[in-house]
């Protein structure tokens, strides 16, 4: 597959100049930039999944007429994170 480029980026020089002071050994400006797009990219993928995910079950909550309680929810939830912080304790 053939590679694209991207538009070039104008920036104030304070926003290069503090990009370029925290560029690992080897790095550079150019792989920085790639790195962070694709991890923008791969965050709001995943966030609009997210969004998709709880428009359907709201929908699904309205068309059934079966909620779940937040007090419920609450309580799993803080049964998960006690199960998940005695087993990070047992290691």
Known sequence: MKTATM???RVQPELR???EEI???GETLS???EDSLRRNVEFRRVQQ???A???????AAKESGEYVSAKKVL??????LKKASNKQSAK
């Open 53 to 59: 995910r709880g428009l359907a079950s709201r929908d």
């Open 75 to 80: 309580s799993k939830l803080s049964a998960k």
């Open 31 to 33: 792989a920085f930039v």
């Open 17 to 19: 100049q503090a990009a």
């Open 7 to 9: 538009p070039a980026l």
């Open 49 to 51: 999944e997210f969004i």
């Open 23 to 25: 560029l690992r050994p």
